[in-house]
């Protein structure tokens, strides 16, 4: 299957700074991405379908301003937490869209102090 | 909207015992469906992969089941081991790539 990393691992930031978060397919062309929030104890919910070139498909709820995407290439999808609040401290965790399934990046936990 | 539900949410058993996670779904048009493991703090490792058209999965001392008619899929692990110990998470698809996860079972394996 294709290996997804995502960079940084971790994060603690302050709040109303933002952070970018990247997730790289290392072996795959990826068209779509996706991109999941994880709180502590609950399941991942997904947050927006990332597609190559065009703009990201927000799910209900998740304000596509907050959270921006950048899927500029076939390798590489960005999720940036504008003006983070402690609320938004998560488990960020992206998947790479496969011929029939997905597979994951190892999550970024987001601390906002 | 897809509904996914884990039962147990919480499981404890001693080392060695055979048990069965379960999982069911309301929309039965999936695409596929799949089997995660997670650790404490860490992503997601998949176990099983199986396919609308696919009845059930096996890997090791793992058995993954699928009835559609039902709404259900099972997780058989056998001979449990202590390394066992994680939260399993199930996930439905549609073929529009949309996915919905259970919140999971959490799994501890007593030495």
């Known amino acids: 299957g294709a290996v997804v990393s995502q960079h940084p691992s971790w994060v603690i930031c302050k709040s109303g700074t933002s952070v970018k978060i990247e997730c790289r397919s290392l072996?795959?062309?990826?068209?779509?991405m996706f991109w999941y929030r994880q709180f502590p104890k609950q399941s991942l919910m997904l947050m927006a379908t990332?597609?190559?070139?065009?703009?990201?498909?927000?799910e209900q709820g998740v304000e596509k301003d907050k959270f921006l995407i950048n899927h500029a290439s076939l390798t590489l999808s960005t999720l940036t937490v504008t003006s983070a609040h402690p609320e938004d401290s998560s488990f960020y965790i992206c998947?790479?869209?496969?011929?029939?399934?997905?597979?994951f990046g190892p999550g970024t936990r987001l601390t906002v102090l | 909207k897809q509904e996914v539900t884990q039962i147990p949410a919480a499981l404890s058993v001693p080392e060695g015992e055979n048990l069965v996670l379960n999982c069911s779904f309301t929309?039965?048009?999936?695409?596929?469906l799949q089997w995660f493991r997670q650790d404490p703090g860490k992503g997601l490792t998949s176990l099983l992969l199986?396919?609308?058209?696919?009845r059930e999965q096996t890997s090791g001392r793992l058995n993954a089941s699928l009835d559609k008619s039902s709404g259900r899929s099972t997780l058989y692990i056998a001979a449990s081991q202590p390394g066992d110990s994680a939260t399993y998470l199930c996930?439905?698809?549609?073929?529009?790539?949309?996915?919905?996860f259970g919140d999971g079972t959490t799994l501890t394996v007593k030495p």
């Open positions: 998947s790479v869209a496969g011929y029939n399934e997905q597979f």
């Open positions: 929309d039965s048009a999936i695409y596929n």
């Open positions: 072996d795959f062309q990826a068209t779509t």
């Open positions: 199986i396919q609308s058209s696919q």
């Open positions: 996930a439905f698809y549609t073929n529009a790539g949309k996915s919905t």
């Open positions: 990332s597609n190559e070139g065009s703009k990201a498909t927000y």
